[in-house]
């Protein structure tokens, strides 16, 4: 299994991009293939103040739920509006078009301290052996 | 269980793999627990069909002179009242009412068939077997029978022409012995789905044969493999009962809402007087439905509150696809099981609102009446 390179990955399985400034999250290919069908994603307010690996939303699938951890620490942006009326984006395109918030990171420096594609890559097969 | 303990596999376990199936352990076993989505699954069984590999479950044979009075003795349904080619759905229960488990009989000509969950199949064996009395044999051959259930609208066209013609014309709980695809097998109009459809028990030797049959015999109809994934959303959208999660050796038939498998008119029965004194005395909780206002899922084991004061705790609690919501199943005092009752659910820091609705939450199912 690969994952895109230009991301940043958190053992939790979000991702984040760093693209003029601000980070984008997400949840990777992985998580939604262990979640399932996802049918709700609960998102922050926009202006919410995130503390790095906190909890900022929660996932409903049909089987489960799961917490949203912040991959860096900073201030909610945006929100992916579209996901409210049309959560199976999140299954459909994990890296695309199911993205969840956009951050403005306390320290962009920050994302360093994340994963790297190979890392993550490598994590998950270990989860697997 | 140990987490190196090797997983026990069914027949199928191949057509799981080259299907692409996400497995995971269920009660001991590598069961599939998705294909190709929850969701998909859950709309091919209500629309056309599913495939199931249940061969998990547990099958007992029990034979001899007096068979149907053991019987009769150890479970609380009325299971000298059936005859050859009934199937009936009953509770086992513990001298003090609690549910040893819940399981099918059977009743054939000269034996019955139990169907067990397989998370209890030794616990189950080893009851029976202290109470079996002599001249009664009871068999435990779960190893070699392979169970696999074809259930939707579109079942009987799955096995038009697979399965001798009675079986397509008979009722619910009902079965018939006879060839499919070509092989012995108990086909029987039962389900866990709420939708019309059957369970077919065959040798394991036999799960090729039977495996390629239904899958080409049933391209044309839309069948497809379902996980248990789905089989859990299917038969919580009807309220069945989950062994482990919505009853087990601590609730009572009564409070589970099960009374109706409890015949308290027969003379004796393990765990009648219990029972009967429960139902005098009243109950103090029930097992109700939950329905979810918002679009957060109630999930096991979260505690039920009535403004504030914890009143009970959910069983199992799932999105349901065909209703369209969040619906959950809970214990809950009875003061708070009233139907419209607004109570809410525990979900870390957040509430989840919900209310007491009845059950099931489905009601167009494709499923037979009994007969």
């Known amino acids: ?129 | 269980m140990e987490p190196t303990a090797t997983l026990k596999r069914t027949p199928f376990h191949r057509f799981h793999k080259d299907a692409g199936a996400k497995l995971v352990d269920f009660a001991g076993f590598e069961m599939p627990l998705r294909y190709a989505g929850d969701v998909r699954e859950h709309q091919a069984v209500r629309t056309c069909a599913g495939l199931f590999d249940i061969s998990h479950m547990g099958e007992f044979i029990v034979r001899g002179v007096g068979a149907a009075e053991f019987l009769d003795r150890a479970l609380t349904n009325d299971i000298a009242s059936t005859t050859p080619g009934q199937a009936m759905y009953t509770v086992m229960c513990r001298p003090d009412g609690g549910i040893v488990d819940d399981l099918y009989v059977y009743r054939s000509g000269d034996h019955f068939m139990l169907v067990v969950n397989a998370s209890n199949i030794a616990k189950d064996f080893a009851w029976l077997r202290d109470q079996c009395p002599t001249g009664v044999s009871l068999t435990d051959r779960s190893d070699d029978t392979a169970l696999l259930a074809v259930q939707g609208p579109k079942a009987s066209d799955v096995l038009r022409g697979h399965v001798p013609e009675p079986a397509l014309a008979m009722p619910a709980n009902r079965f018939v012995e006879g060839p499919l695809f070509g092989v012995p097998a108990t086909i029987a109009r039962t389900g866990y789905t709420g939708e019309d459809g059957f369970e077919l028990y065959f040798k394991s030797g036999d799960a090729l044969a039977v495996w390629n049959g239904l899958i080409e015999a049933g391209r044309p109809h839309g069948l497809e493999p379902v996980g248990l994934g789905a089989r859990d959303t299917l038969r919580l959208e009807m309220a069945y009962m989950l062994y482990g999660n919505d009853i087990d050796d601590t609730t009572s038939p009564l409070e589970a809402g099960l009374g109706w498998t409890v015949k308290l008119a027969k003379p004796a029965f393990t765990g009648r007087d219990a029972l009967a004194r429960q139902k005098e005395q009243g109950l103090t909780r029930r097992l109700v439905g939950l329905e979810a206002e918002g679009r957060r899922v109630p999930r096991h084991d979260m505690a039920v509150e009535s403004g504030g004061r914890a009143v009970g705790r959910v069983t199992s609690g799932a999105y349901g696809p065909s209703v369209g919501k969040a619906v959950a199943m809970a214990y809950v005092d009875a003061t708070s099981a009233a139907l419209g009752a607004a109570l809410e659910v525990a979900a870390g820091a957040s509430r989840i609102p919900v209310r007491v609705v009845k059950r099931p939450f489905y009601t167009h199912g494709s499923r037979r009446a009994a007969g």
Do not use: C
């Open chain 1, 1 to 129: 299994m690969s994952y895109p390179e230009d991301l940043r990955y958190t053992a939790e399985h979000e991702w984040a991009r760093l693209e003029s400034g601000l980070v984008t999250v997400g949840i990777t290919s992985y998580a939604t293939e262990q979640l399932g069908d996802i049918v709700f994603v609960e998102l922050p307010e926009l202006g919410r103040r995130l503390e790095a690996m906190k909890a900022f939303g929660t996932i409903e699938a049909v089987k489960t739920a799961s917490d949203l951890f912040a991959p860096v620490a900073g201030e909610v942006v945006a929100i992916n509006e579209a996901l409210a009326d049309n959560p199976a984006l999140v299954n459909q395109s994990p890296f695309g078009e199911g993205w969840m918030i956009r951050v403005k990171p306390a320290d962009a420096g920050d994302l360093k301290r994340l994963m790297n594609h190979e890392a993550y890559a490598q994590l998950i097969e270990e989860q697997h052996a």
